[in-house]
């Protein structure tokens, strides 16, 4: 059973930064793909930042150059790390992990990042 826990979530004020922490309970090596989304409030669920088993990186034009994904195999983690938030970075962030042969998807239960202004 492919478990996905975060945790780093909380209130900051713009400006600052955050890192989130998303632990899986097997090998992050395993997965094809990994990413971070994000649910605002009355918005539709938005991918953030992903990675790819091969290294491939890619964010949403909204963060690039302040968010930076990240993996550590050893520990089983992938971490979002987040500076200079806005209060539009608001939202519930979820991680995200794919297997690609058959598909399929597993959701942490997500954490809550509120950005003060």
């Known amino acids: 059973q492919v478990q996905l826990v975060e945790s780093g979530g909380g209130l900051v004020q713009a400006g600052g930064s955050l890192r989130l922490s998303c632990a899986a309970s097997?090998?992050?090596?395993?997965?094809?793909?990994m990413a971070w989304h994000r649910q605002a409030p009355g918005k539709q669920r938005e991918l953030v930042a992903g990675?790819?088993?091969?290294?491939?990186?890619n964010y949403a034009d909204s963060v690039k150059g302040r968010f930076t994904i990240s993996r550590d195999s050893a520990k089983n983690t992938v971490y979002l790390l987040m500076n200079s938030l806005k209060p539009e970075d608001t939202a519930v962030y979820y991680c995200?992990?794919?297997?690609?042969?058959?598909?399929?998807?597993?959701w942490g239960k997500g954490t809550l990042v509120t950005v003060s202004s």
């Open positions: 995200n992990a794919e297997f690609h042969g058959p598909y399929m998807s597993y």
């Open positions: 097997i090998s992050i090596s395993a997965f094809n793909a």
């Open positions: 990675i790819i088993s091969g290294g491939e990186i």
